[in-house]
């Protein structure tokens, strides 16, 4: 089992960045393909990103596509979500979850972590 915690969130002014970080306990981290997804009120989660256990591969939503920016590095346990030009319509609660199968944007998670606010203000 996988135990994810996400940091880094908190509120940003539109055309700002925030970068989240999402650590993973164990020592297989490099086998878990990682994703990134958001849930604004009163709508539905959203993929946002995915990355291969190596990093070789992602995928993003057309939504931050050449916004946001997912890396990982293996050696610390961790995976990242860079968002940069924010704009209001990213507030939400931002989720990181692991799987053990990459997907592309078809990702899906069986791991998550706690999730952690992003407010944009206008």
């Known amino acids: 089992q996988v135990q994810l915690v996400e940091s880094g969130g908190g509120l940003a002014q539109a055309g700002g960045s925030l970068r989240l970080s999402c650590a993973a306990s164990g020592r297989t981290f490099s086998l878990y393909a990682m994703g990134w997804f958001r849930q604004a009120p009163g709508k539905e989660r959203e993929f946002l990103a995915a990355?291969?256990?190596?990093?070789?591969?992602?995928d993003y939503a057309d939504s931050v596509k050449g916004r946001f920016t997912i890396s990982r590095d293996n050696t610390k346990n961790t995976v990242f979500l860079q968002m940069n030009s924010l704009i209001p319509v990213d507030t939400a609660v931002y989720y990181c979850?692991?799987?053990?199968?990459?997907?592309?944007?078809?990702?899906?998670?069986?791991?998550w972590g706690q999730g952690t606010q992003v407010t944009v203000s206008s």
């Open positions: 979850a692991a799987s053990r199968i990459y997907r592309g944007r078809y990702y899906s998670g069986d791991y």
């Open positions: 990355i291969s256990g190596s990093g070789g591969s992602t």
